[in-house]
């Protein structure tokens, strides 16, 4: 049986000695002494390391002395268990690997080195890698989707609040219609329409609010073109009130 060592390395190859020096002290902090995590980078296997990066053509998946990426700064590793893979079936799966992982592929958040490890030692029958390890990038990803699904959803909000706007104005006209018919239905010196446009305004700005008023700025925007768009029929009819 052979070990699976998981290489850990802080990442320092932003070019810039000023942002190296800040993502240590970040891992310092978030992992060293809260245990949260960090930005790091991984690979895993024994005398070679195999993890995954970004490149325009070809797999991302490379390998390297054990400990020895000069793109990062070295910080630990960790046994994760063995495998009972003999050499022939490893080979095999980083050949699947190198052809399921193009370098084109990278992603920072959704598909980057630790993703990679995670399914190779998945593969090779050992735990995954600890949660510390990728944790920024899943909760980067994370708020990405959360932000996406909002955008999506303040848009659908928008979509219905336009669409009620129009069949309640719409049926708010109508009564005014019908109450001009039917007098005895209503008092003449009752509800005018424009107090029932204002109503129905005052109804949506006091009711359940989206989470931006530029959702409830556009359907209101909605009920002034309806109320021009009406304007003679309810003059007609506010005569006949008069």
């Not at 735990?127 to 990405?144: C, E, I, M, Q, Y």
């Not at 109503?199 to 073109?225: M, Y």
């Amino acid at each position: 049986m052979t070990e699976v060592i998981l290489h850990i390395y802080d990442v320092t190859n932003s070019g810039s000695e000023k942002t190296n020096n800040t993502i240590l002290q970040i891992n310092k902090i978030f992992k060293d002494r809260i245990g949260l995590g960090g930005i790091f980078h991984s690979a895993v296997y024994e005398n070679d390391e195999w993890s995954f990066g970004y490149c325009e053509q070809g797999s991302g998946v490379f390998s390297c002395p054990s400990g020895q990426n000069p793109m990062y700064t070295y910080r630990e590793k960790l046994v994760l268990g063995k495998t009972n893979l003999t050499i022939f079936k490893v080979n095999q799966i980083l050949r699947e690997l190198s052809r399921e992982w193009p370098g084109s592929s990278y992603d920072l958040l959704s598909k980057n080195c630790n993703h990679f490890c995670d399914e190779f030692c998945d593969k090779l029958g050992v735990p995954k890698l600890p949660g510390w390890v990728n944790r920024f990038a899943n909760a980067g990803d994370t708020a990405v989707e959360i932000a996406g699904n909002t955008a999506f959803r303040l848009k659908q909000a928008k979509t219905e609040i336009v669409s009620a706007s129009k069949v309640a104005y719409r049926y708010l006209a109508g009564m005014a219609s019908n109450v001009a018919v039917a007098p005895e239905n209503g008092s003449p010196g009752g509800t005018t329409p424009r107090f029932q446009a204002t109503w129905f305004k005052n109804l949506i700005a006091a009711g359940d609010k989206p989470s931006t008023s530029a959702v409830l700025d556009e359907a209101n925007q909605e009920v002034i073109l309806l109320q021009q768009a009406d304007a003679p029929l309810l003059r007609q009819n506010s005569h006949r009130f008069s």
